[in-house]
């Protein structure tokens, strides 16, 4: 039986100094000796990493969870000694979140946020609520939410600055001389990832990079937006005989580290004691149970990202102290802590007078940097005793950033087509579009069988059977207070209680 190629592939496994491609359903192993660009692995120095893993695991090469032909391009391409562009037309797709552009916007918006599969994880047993269900959260936050961004100016400003990175990221290439073409897909909100793939089929790009503009890979960032751009690659044929390639995650970067600690560095300069300023760390949390039941890898590389910026700064003789907490938590569940609100509370009891904050995980300005951070979690510290108070810019379009994209991207081009490769200069992974789900396994440690997105239904006096049960009861009372809403009828409306939850 010959081995299934492997769909995707982290940062985190990178030992052996080898790179594979696919061939006929089987991996083909290739030399990294004649390729334009040095080719090796990382080792990762993550607790629970052993140094001398191998790049693709017996356990992974035979797992097929999708048919080889759908993931990646059916034909051998000797990519080493193929021109970095020759007769190519080369395109790179930017996937972000997307933002309501007006007031109008945001209950449609939210809708498209919460039926997400990745966002709210239901039980397959319960996968039919999953639009009724976004249809009503989406109504009741509807109203708040519409107040924090009229406080912005009515909308978003995600989609102007994405498109500004977009060009801005497009004359770097072109400075560089890579003719490339620089798309936007946008996960929930207009130009949305289709649009994009349509616009790309029109111009006849026939390489692909794909670039998140997520630093860190998580299943409900990145994740999300590589499983919807999978399944539409499945579904054409066009894009099935596409070369790509996707860089799944690029937080270790040296220009992306290097242009934070400038931003950091700049902003420190503004206090009048600026060696003694706490460094807040601010990023978009993800419920707990993505991490130790899904295998997020989000928490750890959110970690390393902080502690590699700190390094840089500590060669610039900065040694101020710092701290990473996570923000924008919904919902009753448990999400990655310490919480952003409440760690501002405790350095304020502990004496921290001057804080500056940092958007860790964000590169535009949005509602979660411009209205939570800038005026929520500003007015919660100056409450807490905090007498200073600074934020960090998101990068946008700082020329060393926008620069260390086109680097990554240009990086990327001798590998388009190729299985999994890591690039030891760049310190960072490339791989072909794929399952979520193998990606996620390859991050276990111990080798695991990792759950699915959707955990079929288990009973019995287990963690996992206790977190699941009780996620089943706060589906019933949602489903109750959905039926309450639509019928206008119950007993709810009988107690005078239904106000309380509009």
Same mark, same amino acid.
């Given at each position: ?11 985190? $496994? ?46 992974? !090469? ?30 790179? /797709? ?8 007006? !007031? ?5 918006? /939210? ?5 997400? %599969?990745?966002?709210?994880? !239901? ?40 498109? +500004? ?22 996960? *929930?909100?207009?130009?949305? @990832? ?5 616009? #790309? ?45 996707? #860089?799944?995650?690029? *937080?270790? =970067? ?42 997020? %890898?989000?928490? +750890? ?16 003789? #900065?040694?101020?102290?710092? &701290?990473?907490? *996570? ?16 760690? $501002? ?21 949005? $509602?979660? @940097? ?29 020329? &060393? ?22 690039? /030891? ?16 396994? +390859?991050?276990?440690?111990?080798? =695991? ?12 006096? &287990?963690?996992? +059977? ?33 106000? !309380?939850? =509009?």
């Amino acid at each position: 039986m010959p081995h299934s190629c492997f769909s995707l592939l982290p940062q985190a $496994i990178r030992t052996s100094q080898k790179m594979y491609r696919c061939s006929g359903g089987h991996v083909v192993e290739a030399s990294s000796n004649t390729n334009p660009l040095k080719s090796y692995v990382v080792r990762k120095s993550t607790p629970g990493w052993l140094e001398t893993q191998p790049l693709v695991s017996e356990k992974l !090469l035979y797992r097929r969870l999708l048919p080889v032909e759908a993931l990646v391009t059916p034909t051998v391409q000797d990519f080493s000694d193929t021109p970095l562009i020759g007769d190519d037309k080369i395109g790179v /797709l930017l996937l972000n979140l997307g933002g309501p552009e007006t !007031l109008e916007d945001v209950q449609p918006f /939210l809708f498209n946020l919460f039926a997400d %599969p990745d966002i709210i994880r !239901l039980p397959r047993l319960f996968s039919f609520l999953q639009k009724p269900l976004a249809k009503f959260v989406s109504v009741l936050r509807a109203p708040k939410s519409k107040e924090g961004y009229a406080s912005i100016g009515g909308g978003s400003p995600l989609r102007r600055i994405t498109d +500004a990175q977009a060009e801005e990221l497009r004359k770097s290439l072109w400075e560089k001389n890579v003719p490339a073409r620089v798309y936007v897909g946008m996960r *929930y909100w207009h130009p949305f @990832t289709e649009e994009a793939i349509e616009q #790309i089929k029109r111009d006849g790009i026939t390489k692909l990079v794909v670039l998140p503009l997520y630093p860190q890979f998580s299943i409900s960032t990145s994740g999300s937006s590589l499983r919807l751009l999978e399944s539409i690659f499945r579904e054409d044929e066009y894009l099935v005989n596409m070369q790509h390639t996707v #860089i799944p995650s690029w *937080y270790q =970067r040296e220009g992306y580290i290097n242009a934070m600690a400038n931003l950091i560095e700049k902003e420190l300069q503004g206090f009048d004691c600026p060696e003694k300023v706490m460094i807040f760390f601010s990023a978009h949390g993800v419920p707990l149970a993505y991490v130790e039941e899904a295998g997020d %890898p989000y928490k +750890a590389e959110m970690e390393e990202c902080v502690e590699l910026i700190m390094e840089e700064l500590e060669k610039r003789k #900065i040694t101020n102290g710092y &701290t990473l907490a *996570y923000q924008s938590r919904v919902g009753p569940v448990e999400w990655l802590k310490p919480y952003t609100d409440e760690t $501002i509370v405790e350095l304020g009891k502990k004496g921290v007078k001057s804080l500056l904050a940092v958007p860790i995980s964000f590169v535009s300005e949005h $509602i979660e @940097t411009l209205e939570e951070i800038d005026v929520e979690y500003k007015e919660l510290a100056l409450k807490s005793g905090i007498e200073k108070w600074g934020r960090v810019p998101a990068l946008g379009t700082e020329p &060393t950033f926008i620069s260390d994209l086109a680097d990554a991207v240009i990086e990327s081009l001798p590998y388009v087509g190729a299985m999994a490769v890591s690039n /030891l200069e760049a310190r960072q992974s490339l791989v072909p579009l794929g399952s979520v789900e193998e990606l996620l396994a +390859a991050y276990d440690t111990q080798r =695991r069988e990792l759950p699915p997105p959707v955990i079929v239904w288990e009973w019995g006096w &287990t963690k996992s +059977a206790e977190t699941w049960n009780g996620r089943a009861a706060m589906l019933a009372v949602l489903l109750m207070l959905f039926l309450e809403v639509t019928t206008g009828e119950g007993f709810l409306h009988q107690w005078g209680i239904l106000p !309380l939850f =509009r």
